[in-house]
C-alpha cells in the first residue's frame, strides 16, 4: 500500500511543469537520434529490402506508413482520453496541454491514414474511398479530432473550457474501440489486424521489422513534437519565472 | 539506371507508392518546422527578456 503510494506520489510529482521541461529537454535529443535511426530502417527495409507481397505485390509497401498512420491515430487519441482523465479527477496542470497540443497530431495522423489507405484501395479495390466501417469509423475521429481543436480555440474560459474539453474527448473515446473491432463485428471490405496483442501474427517476420520500426518512429515523432510544443506553451506561460534559467 | 527504374516504377505500383510516402513526409516535415520554429522563436525570446 505505501509502495502504491509512494508509486503514484512519484508519477505525478513529474507533472509539475518545470520537471517536466527539465525532463523533456534532456530527453528530446535522445528522441531524435531514435526516430532517424527507426526512420532510416523501417524506410529502407519497407522500400528495398522486403520482397514483394505475393497478392498485392509492391503495393503492399504503403503498409508501411498507412499502418503506423492509423495506429497512431488512435493511440494519440487514448493519450488525449488519459489526459482528460488527469484533468478531471487531479486537474493537472499540463494535462489540458497535453489534449492541446496532441489533437492537431492525432488529426494529421488520421488525415495521413485515410489518404494513404486511399492510395492503397485505389489498386486493391478499385476505388479511392468506399464506406467501410473501419474507413467511416476513422473519418469519424479525424472530426472528433478537428472538433476537439475547434472548441478549444473558441472556449472563452479557459478553465471551464479545459473542463468540458475533457469530457468531450472521454466521450469520443467510443470511437476507438469501434475503430479496432469494425473488421470484427461488420463484414467489411478492409482487411483484418495484421498486427494483434492477443492473435498469432500474420505477416512474415521479415516484413514485419520494419513495419514496426515505422511504427517506433512515428511515436517518437510524435512525442518529439509534443515536447517541444508543450516546452513552449510552458515558455510563454512562465517567462518571467527564474526556474527557466535552470532549464 | 535500369534497376533505379524499375525500383521507381515498384512494378506499375509507383504511382500510388511514391505519394503515399511523399504525402507522409511533407506533411509530418511541416508540422515539425512549425512547431521547431515556434519553439526558437520562445526561446529567444526568453533569452533576450533575461538579458
Known amino acids: 500500500m505505501i509502495l502504491n503510494n509512494n508509486f503514484i506520489q512519484t508519477c505525478i510529482s513529474f ?14 535529443p535522445w528522441l531524435y537520434v531514435g526516430f532517424f535511426l527507426a526512420l532510416s530502417y523501417g524506410l529502407f527495409g519497407g522500400l528495398y529490402l ?16 498507412h499502418v503506423p498512420a492509423a495506429f497512431l ?16 479527477i487531479f486537474n493537472i496542470k499540463l494535462a489540458p496541454f497535453m489534449i492541446k497540443h496532441s489533437a ?3 488529426a494529421t495522423y488520421s488525415f495521413l491514414a485515410l489518404v494513404t489507405g486511399s492510395l492503397w484501395g485505389k489498386p486493391m479495390w478499385g476505388t479511392w474511398w468506399i464506406w467501410d466501417a473501419r474507413l467511416t469509423s476513422e473519418l469519424i475521429l479525424l472530426f472528433l ?14 478553465s471551464a473550457g479545459n473542463r468540458i474539453t475533457a469530457i468531450l474527448v472521454l466521450i469520443g473515446f467510443v470511437d476507438i474501440p469501434i475503430i479496432h ?6 463484414n467489411t471490405l478492409h482487411q483484418g489486424a495484421t498486427l494483434s496483442l492477443f492473435s498469432p501474427i500474420k ?19 510524435f512525442f518529439i513534437v509534443l515536447f517541444t510544443r508543450m516546452n513552449y506553451e510552458l515558455i510563454a506561460l512562465q517567462k518571467n519565472y527564474q526556474w527557466l534559467e535552470s532549464a | 539506371m535500369n534497376t533505379l527504374s524499375q525500383f521507381i516504377n515498384m512494378n506499375g505500383y509507383g504511382i500510388y507508392i511514391w505519394p503515399a ?3 507522409t513526409v511533407f506533411v509530418l516535415f511541416i508540422q515539425w518546422l512549425f512547431t521547431f520554429r515556434r519553439w526558437r522563436r520562445c526561446k529567444l525570446g526568453q533569452h533576450e527578456s533575461h538579458s
Open chain 1, 73 to 88: 491515430s488512435l493511440f494519440i487519441y487514448s493519450i488525449m482520453a488519459f489526459a482528460a482523465l488527469l484533468t478531471l
Open chain 1, 15 to 28: 507533472a509539475s511543469p518545470k520537471k517536466f521541461f527539465y525532463y523533456s529537454t534532456k530527453l528530446l
Open chain 1, 203 to 221: 505477416i512474415a517476420s521479415s516484413m514485419l521489422y520494419p513495419l514496426l520500426s515505422m511504427i517506433f518512429a512515428f511515436c517518437l515523432y
Open chain 1, 104 to 106: 492537431s497530431l492525432g
Open chain 1, 50 to 65: 522486403v520482397p514483394a507481397d505475393y497478392q498485392q505485390g509492391d503495393a503492399f509497401r504503403i503498409i508501411y506508413v
Open chain 2, 21 to 23: 510516402y511523399g504525402i
Open chain 1, 145 to 158: 479530432y478537428l472538433g476537439i481543436l475547434l472548441f478549444q480555440s473558441a472556449s472563452a474560459h479557459k
Open chain 1, 181 to 186: 473491432y469494425s473488421v470484427y463485428w461488420w
